[in-house]
């Protein structure tokens, strides 16, 4: 059975940092694309970053400069570095891990951005 176990949520003052990790097991195909995904009360789940099993990556206009996304192929584990963060950046956050034939989802974890 797939698992994706997300942490690193929380609760960080605006202009402070956080560190989003995702650790993927029970895959048998191998990891093609993971990602992170968010989702604010009341608006649509936006992609926030994703990266490609190379080390390709595609980050979102409005985090650029301030969030970084990297992999651990080994470790089947994605991270999501967020600084300069802002109340803006309050989200549920979801890893979101992709193999050739089908995409999987984490339970979601809490970021909130508050003074």
């Known amino acids: 059975q797939v698992h994706l176990v997300e942490s690193g949520g929380g609760l960080a003052q605006p202009g402070g940092s956080l560190r989003l990790s995702c650790v993927a097991s029970?895959?048998?195909?191998?990891?093609?694309?993971m990602g992170w995904y968010r989702q604010a009360p009341g608006k649509e789940r936006e992609l926030v970053a994703s990266?490609?099993?190379?080390?390709?990556?595609n980050i979102t206009a409005s985090v650029k400069g301030r969030f970084t996304i990297s992999r651990d192929n080994a470790k089947n584990t994605v991270y999501l570095q967020m600084n300069s963060l802002k109340p803006e950046d309050t989200s549920v956050y979801y890893c979101d891990v992709q193999t050739l034939v089908r995409e999987y989802w984490g339970q979601g974890t809490q970021v909130t951005v508050s003074s």
């Open positions: 990266i490609t099993r190379g080390g390709t990556t």
């Open positions: 029970g895959l048998f195909s191998r990891i093609n694309i």
